[in-house]
């Protein structure tokens, strides 16, 4: 475990979340920017806004970072809270994809 | 591309689902299909107790840590498509239901010469209408069997497609996620599933 062997150097999970442990959005959450982040915003906290320039889910988020998947969740919905990320939670199930997106998927994997 | 357009649109992640027992290859088809090399994190997740040995029959669930390997396939930038193997470091097939809901669909992987070790990943789409195919990857060209065989041995119905890939090659493995994508467009317009490479 990556986070493990290296965690001398890194704060504790409790500590970066100020003791916080709510929030359960789902780990395919999509989490983008909403403003480019000013020197107010120190550490974990920076990281995260500065990885989601493009919007990219909770999941890898955590796992860019190599940070515990619950530290990120609760990183997340402050900085939400504060208006410097929105989250996107919608589904999409097979069910909710109209096929116009659903050729747009077909086309991309076409080209990979 | 207008940025005004795909910035109009709220980000969405598509999730699908490479399932399938132990070493079976759904870590090489995640990195075969990944546009980046494959991502690793840890995660509480709740388990559905199939597979397991169990006579109680109790619905039990549990709840572990487990490491999720994973991929990404960029769309556009407000539509991402995620690959997830499944995790698990046993023979058991389990599901994790936290990984499953939401997804669009699952690719089932199958070792012709471990067949079984795929029947708890088929039950499992199959009883909730997640829409999947059944991917033979072929490890040995020697050890092969018709498409009917292995329907049959599976008990799948007709409308579950059975392709032959090998996980470690992206055309192939490209193929496996079109024919899943067809099942899916199928669903929509009602036409039968047929050639990937028709749509």
Known sequence: MAYEDDNRLKPRPYFITAGKTRSDFPLEAMVVARQAPTPALRHERRAVVDEVANPMALVEVAARLSLPLGVVRVLLEELSEEGWVDIHTESSTADDLDIDTLLRVIDAVKHL | ?199
């Open chain 2, 1 to 199: 591309m207008s940025p005004n357009a795909s910035s109009s649109a709220p980000p969405r992640a598509l999730k699908v689902v490479i399932a399938g027992g132990f070493g079976v290859g759904k870590t090489s088809i995640v990195g075969s299909l990944s546009e980046v090399p494959p991502l690793r994190t840890e995660a509480k997740m709740t388990s559905a107790s199939i597979g397991i040995d169990d006579t109680s029959k109790i619905d039990r669930k549990t709840t572990t840590t487990v490491a999720m390997d994973f991929g990404r396939i960029t769309i556009d930038r407000s539509l991402i498509m995620y690959l997830f193997g499944t995790p698990g470091q046993d023979r058991f097939g389990f599901m994790w239901d936290d990984l499953v809901n939401g997804a669009i669909g699952a690719m089932v992987l199958v070792d012709l010469r471990r067949i079984d070790d795929c029947f708890d990943a088929v039950d499992y789409f199959e009883n909730r209408s997640i829409p999947f195919v059944v991917a033979m990857n072929v490890f040995d060209p020697a050890v092969q069997y018709p498409e009917a065989v292995v329907r049959d041995a599976l008990s799948i119905s007709d409308h579950v497609p059975i392709v032959s890939i090998d996980a470690r090659d992206r055309g192939s493995a490209k193929a496996g996620l079109l024919t899943l994508l067809n099942v899916l467009v199928s669903r929509k317009t009602g036409a039968p599933t047929g050639d990937p490479a028709r749509v």
